[in-house]
Nanobody, 126 residues
Framework: EVHLVESGGGMVNPGGSLTPPCAAS????????MSWVRQAPGKGPEWVSG????????YYAESVKGRFTISRDNAKNTLYLQMNSLKPEDTALYFC???????????????????WGQGTQVTVSS
């Protein structure tokens, strides 16, 4: 059974940083492209970032480009999202997700599966 467990969220001031991890189990993590997706209150899911199996190719939504960095540790079955220069509009529940399509499709199509964990809440407020 696929298990994705996000953690490491919290409340930070604008300009702050967080690096939530996502622990994966129940599948061959190193063989699957992965993504981070977020959902703000009252809004639909928004794809944030994706990474290929080896970690050498990364992709970002325009809203986070230059501020967020996705990475993975295949030896630890863990996905990360380093979030810097956080803004109030980054406030959302953040999920990690397996990709249903190759990660380079994510900017033009819904590339992720909808089997998520419980998510981790990120709140940016002064």
């Amino acid at each position: 059974e696929v298990h994705l467990v996000e953690s490491g969220g919290g409340m930070v001031n604008p300009g702050g940083s967080l690096t939530p991890p996502c622990a994966a189990s129940g599948f061959t993590f190193s063989s699957v492209d992965m993504s981070w997706v977020r959902q703000a209150p009252g809004k639909g899911p928004e794809w944030v970032s994706g990474i290929n199996t080896g970690g050498g190719s990364t992709y970002y939504a325009e809203s986070v480009k230059g501020r967020f960095t996705i990475s993975r540790d295949n030896a630890k079955n863990t996905l990360y999202l380093q979030m810097n220069s956080l803004k109030p509009e980054d406030t959302a529940l953040y999920f990690c997700a397996r990709n249903a399509l190759p990660v380079d499709f994510c900017s033009v199509a819904k590339c992720y599966e909808t089997h998520w964990g419980q998510g981790t809440q990120v709140t940016v407020s002064s």
